[in-house]
């Protein structure tokens, strides 16, 4: 019975130590990010593949998470994005987010950039009460997206005019086929007329 008992002692001991250090684990997480900060993005653009918990980087650094992505209930042509991020974050009035995307996975994350050193925090400058808003800019995906139509109009342009190239070759080349003394014809010299005043003339 009582090497039991030694052993029930301390399998007790090793669950109450687990116990403690996860809840120990939750507060530090807890008080972690009690500061952080609340920011709001109004994008005019799809976020298709941005998810709720993404990361968010300023500068390629991770500096907080996204939090709830809506609709703007004003302006539904709008998505409303919130974000969390570390209170030591340097968001400035001039700061700009971009939707990036994440190598060729199809996985789109917020960047944010920009942000002069002279520049007022974005919080600072918010009046209290409010979220902030950091303004949003087009992304480099999605810029390509809109001049992609006007490519597709050139490169038929350029298409056509080679068309009419080669059909105008294949005319040329059917014509030397038929009658190959083509080839041997050298082009008429023009004759300039005479000049009636130039001596010898009658």
Same mark, same amino acid.
């Not at 939707?99 to 209290?128: H, Q, W, Y």
């Not at 087009?138 to 050139?154: R, S």
């Given at each position: 019975?009582?090497?039991?008992?030694?052993?029930?002692?301390?399998? $007790?001991?090793?669950?109450?130590?687990?116990?403690?250090?996860? $809840?120990?684990? &939750?507060?530090?997480?807890?008080?972690?990010?009690?500061?952080?900060?609340?920011?709001?993005?109004?994008?005019?653009?799809?976020?298709?593949? $941005?998810?709720?918990?993404?990361?968010?980087?300023f500068r390629g650094?991770? &500096?907080?998470? &996204?939090?709830?992505?809506?609709?703007?209930?004003? /302006?539904?042509?709008?998505? +409303?994005?919130?974000?969390?991020?570390? #209170?030591?974050?340097?968001?400035?009035?001039?700061?700009?987010?971009?939707?990036?995307?994440?190598?060729?996975?199809?996985?789109?994350?917020?960047?944010?950039?920009?942000?002069?050193?002279?520049?007022?925090?974005? %919080?600072?400058?918010?009046?209290?009460? +409010?979220?902030?808003?950091i303004p949003s800019?087009?992304?480099? %995906?999605?810029?390509?997206?809109? %001049?992609?139509?006007?490519?597709?109009?050139?490169?038929?342009?350029?298409?056509n005019q080679v068309?009419?190239?080669?059909? /105008?070759?294949?005319?040329?080349?059917?014509?030397?086929?038929?009658?190959?003394?083509?080839?041997?014809?050298?082009?008429?010299? #023009?004759?300039?007329?005479?000049?009636?005043?130039?001596?010898?003339?009658?």
């Open positions: 019975m009582e090497p039991d008992k030694h052993f029930f002692i301390e399998g $007790l001991f090793i669950i109450g130590v687990s116990v403690a250090a996860a $809840l120990f684990a &939750v507060w530090l997480a807890g008080t972690g990010h009690r500061d952080d900060v609340l920011y709001r993005i109004h994008f005019a653009e799809s976020v298709s593949g $941005l998810a709720i918990g993404d990361p968010v980087k650094v991770d &500096v907080g998470t &996204v939090k709830a992505i809506a609709l703007d209930p004003a /302006d539904p042509r709008l998505v +409303q994005v919130d974000i969390r991020l570390r #209170k030591e974050s340097p968001v400035k009035t001039d700061t700009k987010a971009t939707l990036k995307l994440k190598g060729i996975t199809g996985v789109v994350f917020i960047e944010l950039d920009g942000g002069s050193p002279n520049a007022p925090t974005l %919080l600072a400058s918010t009046r209290e009460g +409010q979220i902030p808003e800019a087009k992304g480099t %995906l999605t810029a390509i997206l809109d %001049l992609l139509p006007k490519l597709l109009e050139k490169f038929s342009s350029i298409e068309t009419k190239v080669v059909t /105008d070759i294949g005319g040329v080349t059917s014509e030397i086929k038929e009658n190959p003394s083509l080839l041997l014809r050298a082009p008429k010299e #023009k004759t300039a007329p005479a000049d009636k005043n130039a001596p010898g003339h009658r």
